[in-house]
């Protein structure tokens, strides 16, 4: 008896894979997800045999300098890292230079820091006792001082701004007309600014005339500039003394690098 072959018409064949892709449509996600991972599981590795062939293989080559692709792509990222890391050692050289060139004291160091984050009035820089930081130390600003060292960890201190009222420093005024400083206190406003408090009028001082850190034993060896004096008027509380506000060199919040003064107490002897 000859064998009947079942030979479906084209439309029973579409009509019967319609139905199967509606039942695959109305079943749960999780099921259709199992069924996708065993499919995976099962024909996984016959499918990626092309493509990590084609990764792997490389065309024959007899020169000496032929290196494979992934090896070239990983010695790549390498010297792209070490590039940068060059760039960055220059540039801080380069900036290293510029503040040594304004402290020719040789007892004086300089440490280097970033800025990693800002609250009120503070900064908090990248570098701490393990750099030789301390607190006290008077920190610049493209060797402008901003403020001075409030606490020090292993790695990582915290910087009190000029702009703060719990910043006092010593400071002195330069009047270039009769070529001399008036010696005072500054603090902060706790805004943008500085106040210098309690100088009596019988010194002559203007608007423009510009405010240095004074120097401190084992701290600063030479004057820091500061900022400019941008109001002096009689004093409001009391009028026989000045109101006198001061102006940072720069905005503050435009900062992105310091330099740390670092005193070292046993150079030179």
Same mark, same amino acid.
């Given at each position: 008896?000859?064998?009947?072959?079942?030979?479906?018409s084209?439309?029973?064949?579409?009509?019967?894979?319609?139905?199967?892709?509606?039942?695959?449509?109305?079943?749960?996600?999780?099921?259709?997800?199992?069924?996708?991972?065993?499919?995976?599981?099962?024909?996984?590795?016959?499918?990626?045999?092309?493509?990590?062939?084609a990764y792997?293989?490389?065309?024959?080559?007899?020169?000496?300098?032929?290196?494979?692709?992934?090896?070239?792509?990983?010695?790549?990222?390498?010297?792209?890292?070490?590039?940068?890391?060059?760039?960055?050692?220059?540039?801080?050289?380069?900036?290293?230079?510029?503040?040594?060139?304004?402290?020719?004291?040789?007892?004086?160091?300089?440490?280097?820091?970033?800025?990693?984050?800002?609250?009120?009035?503070?900064f908090?820089?990248?570098?701490?006792?393990?750099?030789?930081?301390?607190?006290?130390?008077?920190?610049?600003?493209?060797?402008?001082?901003?403020?001075?060292?409030?606490?020090? !960890?292993e790695?990582?201190?915290?910087?009190?701004?000029?702009?703060?009222?719990?910043?006092?420093?010593?400071?002195?005024?330069?009047?270039?007309?009769?070529?001399?400083?008036?010696?005072?206190?500054?603090?902060?406003?706790?805004?943008?600014?500085?106040?210098?408090?309690? &100088?009596?009028?019988?010194?002559?001082?203007?608007?423009?005339?510009?405010?240095?850190?004074a120097?401190?034993a084992?701290?600063?060896?030479?004057?820091?500039? &500061?900022?400019?004096?941008?109001?002096?008027?009689i004093?409001?509380a009391?009028?026989? &003394?000045?109101? &006198?506000a001061?102006?940072?060199?720069?905005?503050?919040? !435009?900062?992105?690098?310091v330099a740390?003064?670092?005193?070292?107490?046993?150079?030179?002897?």
């Amino acid at each position: 008896m000859a064998r009947v072959r079942f030979k479906p018409s084209k439309l029973t064949l579409f009509i019967g894979l319609f139905l199967f892709g509606c039942v695959l449509l109305l079943l749960p996600q999780n099921a259709t997800s199992k069924l996708n991972f065993a499919f995976i599981d099962i024909f996984g590795f016959f499918l990626n045999m092309s493509s990590s062939a084609a990764y792997y293989y490389q065309p024959p080559s007899t020169s000496p300098d032929f290196v494979p692709r992934h090896e070239y792509n990983r010695l790549w990222v390498v010297f792209s890292n070490l590039q940068a890391e060059l760039f960055e050692q220059k540039k801080q050289i380069e900036d290293l230079g510029k503040v040594r060139l304004t402290e020719p004291d040789p007892s004086t160091g300089i440490v280097l820091a970033k800025v990693v984050n800002r609250k009120d009035n503070q900064f908090i820089i990248n570098c701490g006792s393990n750099s030789g930081l301390k607190t006290g130390q008077y920190v610049l600003g493209d060797n402008a001082v901003i403020g001075v060292v409030e606490q020090a !960890s292993e790695d990582i201190s915290s910087v009190r701004l000029i702009t703060s009222s719990t910043c006092k420093i010593p400071i002195k005024i330069s009047a270039p007309q009769i070529n001399t400083y008036f010696n005072g206190t500054m603090q902060g406003d706790d805004k943008n600014g500085a106040i210098i408090v309690n &100088i009596p009028q019988k010194y002559k001082i203007k608007a423009g005339f510009n405010v240095y850190a004074a120097e401190k034993a084992g701290f600063l060896q030479s004057p820091r500039i &500061i900022g400019r004096i941008s109001k002096c008027v009689i004093g409001e509380a009391n009028p026989v &003394i000045w109101d &006198i506000a001061v102006e940072p060199v720069y905005n503050l919040n !435009s900062i992105t690098d310091v330099a740390v003064i670092v005193i070292n107490l046993t150079a030179g002897g």
